[in-house]
Nanobody, 119 residues
Framework: QVQLTESGGGFVQPGGSTTLSCAAS???????VGWFRQAPGKDREFVAT???????TDYADSVKGRFTISRDIGNSVDLQMNSLNSEDTGVYYC??????????????WGQGTQVTVSS
């Protein structure tokens, strides 16, 4: 049984940093875990993904150089977010799937956690 639970987020000032964590269970070595976000009135968009081996990572152009995805030995996938701006506001979801930027390639999703960037 695959289970994904996000934590972290909340309110962050512009230019600030925060880290999201995704506690993952039931993920196979051949899988990947991705982070996606959805702003009000917008489609869910890809943020970053990591192979479960931790070897391969991919980032959306909008976050490259500011966000870092990593997997720790405790089966958690973290998303370190730096230099945040208002466009980073949204509900952040982690998901299990294949190594892809497309949401439809992910079949298990967490419940989401809100990140609001505002002064």
């Amino acid at each position: 049984q695959v289970q994904l639970t996000e934590s972290g987020g909340g309110f962050v000032q512009p230019g600030g940093s925060t880290t999201l964590s995704c506690a993952a269970s039931g993920v196979a070595f051949s899988d990947s875990v991705g982070w996606f976000r959805q702003a009000p009135g917008k489609d869910r968009e890809f943020v970053a993904t990591i192979s479960w081996s931790g070897v391969f990572t991919d980032y959306a152009d909008s976050v490259k150089g500011r966000f870092t995805i990593s997997r720790d030995i405790g089966n958690s996938v973290d998303l370190q977010m730096n230099s945040l701006n208002s466009e980073d506001t949204g509900v952040y979801y982690c998901a299990r799937g294949t190594y892809s930027r497309r949401p439809e390639n992910y079949d298990y999703w967490g419940q989401g956690t809100q990140v609001t960037v505002s002064s």
